[in-house]
């Protein structure tokens, strides 16, 4: 199964949760931070990404969203 995710950069407070849950090492941290000046993670291999939703499950400000694609 493949997936997308989503990451609401405004939530994102940079914990590095999703980082370590990914299975796959879809996603990484950023140089960039958002408008109260956390670090952000993002997506650098989206392609990678199977759709499993750890990463949105394991995030404490509900940040990511998970698209499982058919």
């Known amino acids: 199964m493949k997936g997308s995710i989503v990451i609401d950069r405004e939530l994102c ?9 990914c299975p796959v ?3 990484a941290m950023t140089k960039q931070f958002n408008k109260v000046v956390y670090f952000i993670v993002s997506p650098m291999e989206a392609a990678r ?3 499993c939703a ?3 499950n394991m995030c404490p400000e509900i940040a990511i969203t998970v698209y ?3």
């Open 13 to 21: 407070k940079g914990c590095g949760n999703c980082i370590e849950a």
């Open 54 to 56: 750890i990463c949105a």
């Open 68 to 70: 499982q694609d058919d």
């Open 25 to 27: 090492k879809v996603i």
């Open 49 to 51: 990404c199977t759709g």
